[in-house]
């Protein structure tokens, strides 16, 4: 059963720096594609970043774009968003997902398997 794991949430200041982590275990299948997405209160989920198999690909919605910096390591499963320069309007649950395709997307239906999420507070 795949599983993924997202740590690394918490109560921020603005203009402060978080470093989120997701986990995948239990995958039957190679190469494949993650991605960010978040959700704030009241709001649909939205796409934050995404990440190919390699590496290579690394997509960003506008609004974080300069500010995040999504990162993997296929060797022990991980996936990271760094996070700087944090603004109130980054305040959501952000979830870590995976898809069993090597092409990255930036919708949410295009992904199967899904954390738990995990809780970004930018305070002013």
């Known amino acids: 059963q795949v599983q993924l794991v997202e740590s690394g949430g918490g109560l921020v200041q603005v203009g402060a720096s978080l470093r989120l982590s997701c986990t995948i275990s239990g995958h039957p299948f190679s190469n494949y594609a993650m991605a960010w997405f978040r959700q704030a209160p009241g709001k649909e989920r939205e796409f934050v970043s995404a990440?190919?198999?390699?590496?290579?690909?690394?997509p960003y919605a506008d609004s974080v774009k300069g500010r995040f910096t999504i990162s993997r390591n296929t060797a022990d499963n991980t996936m990271s968003l760094q996070m700087n320069t944090v603004n109130p309007e980054d305040t959501a649950v952000y979830y870590c997902?995976?898809?069993?395709?090597?092409?990255?997307?930036?919708?949410?239906?295009?992904?199967?398997?899904w954390g738990q999420g995990t809780q970004v507070t930018v305070s002013s």
């Open positions: 990440i190919s198999w390699e590496g290579k690909t690394t």
């Open positions: 997902a995976a898809r069993q395709s090597n092409v990255v997307a930036l919708t949410a239906s295009k992904y199967l398997y």
